[in-house]
């Protein structure tokens, strides 16, 4: 199996910035495209920033210009700097394979104030 260990959030006022990280251990040698995804409470899982393993990137529209993908292939990371965070970018934040997803991991809570 391949686990997902997410951290690096917290509580923030809005406008702040918080980096996530997603830790991929176990049964895997490399990372596929990864994204991160979200789930505020009530809504529905969303999917929030993609990385290729040639590092290509791409937004949802919602968190475009704000947050930053990125990937360090040897550590197997994923991480996800989040700046000018808006209330509305409180939600439990997962990372997973685009792709033939692995199990979820807890994620981590990133709450934002006003």
């Known amino acids: 199996q391949v686990q997902l260990v997410e951290s690096g959030g917290g509580l923030v006022q809005a406008g702040g910035s918080l980096r996530l990280s997603c830790a991929a251990s176990g049964s895997i040698f490399r990372l596929d495209a990864m994204a991160w995804y979200r789930q505020a409470p009530g809504k529905q899982r969303e999917w929030v920033a993609t990385?290729?393993?040639?590092?290509?990137?791409n937004y949802a529209d919602s968190v475009k210009g704000r947050f930053t993908i990125s990937r360090d292939d040897a550590k197997k990371m994923v991480y996800l700097q989040m700046n000018s965070l808006k209330p509305d970018d409180t939600a439990v934040y997962y990372c997973n394979k685009i792709f033939n997803r692995y199990s979820w991991g807890q994620g981590t809570q990133v709450t934002v104030s006003s």
């Open positions: 990385i290729t393993s040639g590092l290509l990137t």
